[in-house]
Nanobody, 116 residues
C-alpha cells in the first residue's frame, strides 16, 4: 500500500526556516516524482514544485524559486521541503503527493504556522 507520511506541525517566527519531511512507503521511491502543494487558510491548493527522487532533479513554481528547496534521500525514502525567510502568509498546510500507477497519493499534511 502506497503511503506518504509527513512530519508533525511546526510553529515558527517570521524570518525563520522550516523543513517538512515526507516518508514514502509501499513503493519504489525513485519511481515517481514527489510534488509539494500547500493550502493557506481559506485558500485553494497552491503547487510549489516537484522533485524527482531518482536524480534529485527539481522544478520550482515561480512564486517559490527564491525561498524553497526540495531534497530527496533515497537511503530513507524521504523527501523534504525547506522554506526560508518565513512570512505570516506562509501559514498553511503543506502536502506532499505522488502520482503512481495506481493513482494519486497524498500525505496527511503538515500544519506550518508563522506567528510573532
Amino acid at each position: 500500500e502506497v503511503q506518504l507520511v509527513q512530519s508533525g506541525a511546526e510553529l515558527r517566527n517570521p524570518g525563520a526556516s522550516v523543513k517538512v519531511s515526507c516518508k514514502a512507503l509501499g513503493y519504489i521511491f525513485t519511481s515517481y516524482y514527489i510534488d509539494w502543494v500547500r493550502q493557506a487558510p481559506g485558500q485553494g491548493l497552491e503547487w510549489m514544485g516537484r522533485i524527482d527522487p531518482e536524480n534529485n532533479g527539481t522544478k520550482y513554481a515561480r512564486n517559490f524559486q527564491d525561498r524553497v528547496t526540495f531534497a530527496a534521500d533515497t537511503s530513507t525514502n524521504t523527501a523534504y521541503v525547506e522554506l526560508t525567510s518565513l512570512r505570516i502568509e506562509d501559514t498553511a498546510v503543506y502536502y506532499c503527493a505522488t502520482r503512481g500507477d495506481g493513482g494519486d497519493y497524498w500525505g496527511q499534511g503538515t500544519q506550518v504556522t508563522v506567528s510573532v
